[in-house]
Each structure stands twice: as structure tokens, then as C-alpha cells.
């Protein structure tokens, strides 16, 4: 090939690619009518493909009298006729073959070209409503609790020696993740959760006569 000739055949085919990014319908038409054979090109320009599904049944091969329809249709193939029966409107022939089940393609703009299918856009399915569950009803730092959702569970707990309760907790997040906090008691951690406030008095009233150096006096 002469380098003029490479050229433009490089130019060619970048302008095609360029406007098949424009229009993947389009490219279709235009790939069709060069080769015969319909092109599957992506839905999207990024390369991903439309979600959705192709279905209905595929117009037999049989069905169609010319040449260009009948390599649009997959699974068809153009036979032509003996030379005395070729016409200078069209190429005399037969169209064979068993056309592709239309479930087979899994994109929109392979699945329309294609006579008797149809493509139905695919339904978003909304995620399942994550519940997150505690026992204390929140953050109650002197009750332990136990958190959980469908994924994990937590029990609170001291920490950081016995001044300390890590707390977990739900918000009303659709997601249902589990948070928590790290909290300082007052009168440190037992157990799983802060020590109540409480106030002990002891009052001994003592007597030369009642007590005697190294007696003992239990407090009940």
C-alpha cells in the first residue's frame, strides 16, 4: 500500500471511530451497509453497556428478500443466485440460515438492529433496608448494650482500664451502620457500663467504754 493511500485509510477509519462515539446506532447503519453484518458497538461511551434485557422472537431468514437485510439479521447468511438470475436492481439470492435468539444479545444497540427483538430497559432494584438494633435504646452509658445489625454485633465494654466505656449506638441511617463512642465515667467502668452515682455516709459514733484498741466493727 503506497504511504498517500495509508493515510488516508488511517484517517478514514479514526473519523468512522470518532463518530461511531456519537452515535452507536448510526455506526450500526453505516457498518451494515459496508459489510453486510451488523456491528455490536457499547450503549455508552465508556465502554459500559445499558442494562436491560433483548426479547421477543427473531424474523426467520427466509423472511427476507434482500441482501442488506438479511445480514443485518445474526445467524443469516446471503446466498446469491446463478448469474442468470442477477438483476441490476439487486443481487438475486436467498436468505438462509437460523437468526440468533434475541436473549443472546445483551446490549441495547445489538439487540435492535436485529428484526422481531426488542429491547426493555433494565428496572434499578433498590437495596434491602439495613436494620441496626441496641438493646439500651442508645447511648445509656450505664446499662452495657449489645448493637447489631445484619452484618456485625457489639457489646459494650470497659476500656482504658476501669474509667472508661466504649459505647456503640444506631442513628437513623437507611444503611444501618453501627457507630460508637468512647466515654469517661465519673465513677469508672463495671461490667460493661458506667457506674452509677451513689452517696455511702458511715457514721461511727465511738466510746472509750464501747471500743477497745484491735477490736473489730463490721459495717452492714
Same mark, same amino acid.
Given at each position: 500500500m ?16 470518532s463518530?461511531?462515539l *456519537? ?11 459496508i459489510?453486510?453484518?451488523a ?7 465508556d465502554?459500559?453497556? %445499558?442494562?436491560?434485557t433483548?426479547?421477543?422472537?427473531p424474523t426467520?431468514?427466509?423472511e427476507?428478500?434482500? %441482501?442488506?437485510s438479511?445480514? *443485518? %439479521?445474526?445467524?443469516?447468511t446471503?446466498?446469491?443466485?446463478? /448469474? ?19 436473549? /443472546?444479545? *445483551?446490549t %441495547? ?14 428496572t ?5 433496608t ?15 448494650g449489645l ?18 466505656v ?5 442513628k ?7 457507630y ?19 452517696n ?8 472509750k ?9 463490721? *459495717?452492714?
Open positions: 503506497k504511504r498517500g493511500n495509508f493515510v488516508l485509510f488511517s484517517v478514514s477509519v479514526i473519523l468512522i471511530l463518530l461511531s *456519537v452515535s452507536a446506532s448510526w455506526f450500526n447503519d453505516f457498518w451494515n451497509r459489510t453486510g453484518q456491528a455490536i458497538v457499547s450503549d455508552y461511551m465502554g459500559t453497556t %445499558q442494562k436491560g433483548c426479547s421477543g422472537t426467520a431468514c427466509e427476507f428478500r434482500t %441482501q442488506n438479511c445480514g *443485518v %439479521q445474526s445467524g443469516c446471503w446466498e446469491i443466485a446463478k /448469474e442468470e438470475t442477477m438483476t441490476a436492481s439487486a443481487i438475486a439470492g436467498t436468505c438462509l440460515g437460523i437468526p440468533t435468539d434475541c436473549t /443472546e444479545f *445483551v %441495547q444497540s445489538s439487540c435492535i438492529v436485529q428484526s422481531g427483538c426488542v429491547w426493555s430497559e433494565g434499578s432494584v433498590e437495596s434491602p439495613i436494620v441496626c438494633t441496641d438493646s439500651d435504646g442508645g447511648r445509656d452509658y450505664f446499662v452495657r448493637t447489631s445489625n445484619s452484618s456485625n454485633t457489639f457489646r459494650d465494654g470497659c476500656i482504658n482500664g476501669i474509667n472508661n466504649k459505647e456503640f449506638y444506631c437513623p441511617d437507611p444503611d444501618g451502620k453501627i460508637s463512642e468512647n466515654y469517661t465515667c465519673l465513677n469508672g467502668c463495671a461490667d460493661g457500663a458506667c457506674v452509677k452515682d451513689y455511702l455516709s458511715i457514721s461511727i459514733f465511738l466510746s467504754d464501747a471500743f477497745r484498741a484491735g477490736r473489730q466493727i463490721t *459495717v452492714k
